[in-house]
């Protein structure tokens, strides 16, 4: 808006900030976060755009699971469905990732109180969750090939294991925005981590709560 | 990623050398290889062409190149397939939003950059991957050409969706100061719908990609072949399967790719149609809702497809009322159109030919859009040639001269020079009669050899008489091929025989990226961003003035508009 910098700047900050991130598509955003030194409107550093580009991802990938949740539907009423019936490690899953969300809110508001260290502590706390999550629903996949239901035992169990897998993929995106966020050094003329830390955490919750929704829809729609 | 490499594109067009410019993140850089890449496309896709309705005509001859690998339909299919890939993937969908809009769009709206140009290189890297995974996906069997078209296909839908995200976000956050919505040019509200609408519907695809890829290689059930062929139509699952699968995934993905193609077009036709009329838009917030409406049922016909298909009895019908409700929005464009054009002091330049060239074609593909948008008419009298000749004429050609108009128009803003308006004219003229030679004779042929009405002996008698309309319309090809050469040649030499400094603002109209030099410098607006002060369209506002640009001041309007 009002105040741009000149182009070579622009693509200077940005450049560095997106080549070091990990390639999916919101932290992408986030990561370019990083940094961007034009005063922006109201006179604060112009991040909005990343909180504009996080929003639009998220509706993104939204209607990425929105299609494959009506082919879900549409694709049980058409025989040969053979319920998955989900390993009980998926509500411990549930707990650590609802629980990962709470600590990355908790390390927030240690940020925004400039309390670097405990932000250090708590934002490892949730990174470490994540990871734990990562790795139960690794577990859980075993589980179910331990029982025989794999991708290609029948339409159900695909499902099962895409909404899984996607899932598990957009949340390792998340992973590294985290990583990310804690590990750069943030110019405090620019961007400031507490605004790339909220931005992740829009994309944290996000997936937090749609995993909520996938789960529902596994359990309630088999 | 060195920070260094980034910052030095800053300057590649003083020779800091090829590979720079290909890493590069700048927008117009990128804009530019869009358009290069759709050249590519465009001229290998229009040869296939060519060698198909050669091929098709006279299937005994053989036809250098096509006679080597051309042994079974289904290589024929795959031919066609890679036209039609290259056409709509990286000519349609690249050139008027991806190409146009990368290079215009933060010009337009007076910003230095894209929200995000990381991405942006990224999305181009990833779309220029795709090209060359289809392209290849051509050679190799079947069986594996399928899989690789679908990941082609896929990767091109990730790059569409980091272009969209793009996009959306730098028409909402990157416009400067007075940049209001009301005040946007038509363009850029055709690209961020565009953008909108490719967001939305380029996920639905990608996972529609990713569910048959994974149901190819790993074997898993989302769309299973024996219940997909059997919700297909009879007529088409009794030739094979194979070639089948292929061909409807293609036009599963192509009826959202539609809309994705013309939004921008339509934008890109307003514009210029005001500019060479030398009027306002008329009725431009209508025009903006109407770009919205596309938008809306561009992306609930594609629901249609998505969710539907072959399902609920219902649907066809629902599918019929979503495509005829698209005359709604198009209707008001072509009123627009026509209004501005009403007691305009038209400039009947190559630009604005390719302009009007389009209406003329938007309004003869979507008459018989009409028949086809009544599911029971389409399937009862209606043949593949009929279809055929629809689309190419209303999204493929009239799409590619709103690309040419658009090509014309800122040719002077992206090389620092013009085609020749002589050459560019026999051009015109030329393709335009040339692509009426092929398409409407098409239609004939489909409406006469489907007739279920007439009895055998009449059948025969048509037969005859569609195989010679058939020949002519091969001939009409080869011709509406070889006019482009001229375009080749004149786009060649144009930018070879490049002279002195182009003024800034050759057509004299009102845009941002007209007020800096031509071609655009690598700042677009140096260090103080252009603040805007009126709509986008102020020609001849009253007698004396014939234009105000947009970042003329109001206290001194009289002074520059000369």
């Known amino acids: 808006m009002p105040g741009t910098t000149t182009g070579q700047d622009l693509e200077l900050v940005i450049g560095k900030g997106n080549g070091g991130g990990g390639g999916t598509k919101p932290p992408a955003g986030g990561n370019g976060g990083g940094d961007d030194g034009k005063p922006g409107r109201k006179g604060q550093p112009s991040a909005s755009k990343y909180y504009t580009g996080v929003a639009i991802g998220i509706v993104s990938i939204l209607m990425f699971f929105m299609a494959l949740a009506s082919a879900f539907l549409i694709r049980k009423g058409t025989g040969e469905w053979v319920p998955v019936h989900i390993p009980g490690l998926l509500w411990v899953n549930t707990a650590i990732l609802l629980t990962s969300s709470a600590t990355l809110e908790m390390a927030r508001k240690r940020l925004s109180n400039s309390d670097a260290n405990g932000f250090r502590r708590l934002w490892q706390v949730t990174t470490v969750l994540g990871v734990l999550f990562l790795v139960g629903q690794l577990v859980a996949w075993r589980i179910l090939a331990g029982q025989g239901i794999y991708l290609a035992t029948n339409p159900a169990s695909s499902f099962f294991y895409i909404f899984t897998g996607a899932h598990a993929l957009h949340l390792l995106g998340g992973v590294c925005a985290l990583l990310y966020v804690a590990w750069r050094n943030f110019d405090p003329a620019k961007v400031s981590r507490v605004v790339a830390a909220e931005v992740v955490s829009y994309y944290w919750h996000f997936m937090d709560a749609l995993w909520l929704f996938l789960l529902a829809l596994l359990y309630l729609g088999k | 990623m060195v920070t260094y490499d980034d910052g030095g594109d800053a300057s590649p067009s003083s020779g800091s050398g090829v590979f720079s410019r290909l890493i590069s993140t700048h927008h117009k850089t990128i804009g530019l290889q869009y358009l290069w890449l759709a050249l590519a496309s465009v001229l290998v896709g229009m040869v296939l062409s060519a060698l198909l309705r050669l091929h098709a005509t006279w299937p005994d001859r053989a036809i250098p190149f096509l006679a080597s690998i051309e042994t079974t339909p289904e290589r024929f299919a795959a031919m066609r397939l890679l036209h039609g890939s290259l056409m709509v993937f990286f000519v349609l969908t690249a050139a008027p939003q991806l190409g146009f809009g990368n290079f215009l769009l933060p010009l337009q709206i007076g910003a230095a950059e894209m929200a995000f140009p990381s991405l942006n290189r990224l999305s181009f890297w990833m779309t220029a991957g795709s090209l060359v995974g289809m392209t290849a996906s051509f050679f190799l069997s079947l069986a594996n050409g399928i899989n690789l078209w679908l990941a082609s296909a896929s990767v091109f839908s990730l790059a569409a969706l980091f272009s969209a995200l793009n996009f959306t976000t730098t028409t ?81 993905f192509a009826q959202a790719e539609v809309y994705v193609a013309m939004l921008p077009c339509f934008g890109i036709v307003t514009h210029l149609v005001a500019t060479f009329s030398r009027k306002p838009v008329w009725k431009e917030r209508l025009v903006v809702l109407a770009l919205c409406g596309v938008g809306l049922v561009g992306f609930c016909v594609w629901g249609y497809h998505m969710f539907a298909t072959g399902m609920n009895p219902y649907a066809p019908l629902v599918f019929s009322v979503l495509a005829s409700s698209l005359g709604i929005p198009a209707a008001f464009l072509l009123a627009s159109w026509l209004g501005t054009l009403w007691n305009g002091r038209v400039q009947l330049n190559t630009a604005m030919l390719f302009a009007i060239g389009f209406i003329s074609l938007f309004i003869a593909g979507g008459l018989s859009g009409m028949f086809l948008a009544r599911h029971d008419l389409a399937r009862a009298a209606v043949s593949e040639e009929f279809v055929i000749g629809h689309f190419h004429l209303v999204m493929g050609v009239a799409a590619t001269f709103a690309i040419l108009a658009a090509l014309f128009f800122w040719f002077p803003k992206l090389f620092g020079t013009r085609l020749n308006e002589g050459l560019g004219n026999i051009h015109f003229w030329m393709t335009f009669a040339g692509v009426y030679a092929i398409f409407m004779p098409l239609h004939w042929v489909g409406l006469l050899t489907q007739s279920h009405v007439l009895g055998e002996a009449q059948r025969a008698a048509i037969a005859s008489a569609g195989s010679s309309i058939r020949t002519f319309v091969t001939l009409a090809t080869v011709w ?29 109209a009102t845009t941002l990226e007209w007020s800096i030099a031509s071609p655009a410098p690598e700042e677009n607006f140096g260090k103080t961003p252009p603040v805007v002060y009126r709509g986008a369209y102020e020609f001849h506002v009253d007698s004396e003035l014939d234009f105000v640009p947009q970042h003329l001041a109001p206290e001194l309007p009289a002074e520059k508009a000369h």
């Open chain 2, 480 to 508: 509406t091929v070889s006019a482009q050469t001229l375009f080749v040649i004149n786009f060649l030499y144009s930018l070879l025989s490049r002279k002195q400094a182009e003024e800034n603002n050759p057509w004299r």
């Open chain 2, 172 to 252: 909402i956050e990157l416009r400067t100061k007075g940049m209001t919505l009301p005040r946007m040019p038509v363009t850029v509200w055709a690209w961020f719908v565009n953008a909108i609408l490719s967001m939305l519907i380029f996920s639905v695809l990608l996972a529609g990609c990713a569910a048959v890829l994974s149901d190819r290689l790993l074997g898993s059930n989302f769309f299973s072949t024996a219940s997909f062929l059997a919700a297909q139509p009879q007529n088409l699952v009794r030739q094979g399967s194979l070639p089948i699968l292929w061909q409807r995934l293609f036009w599963y």
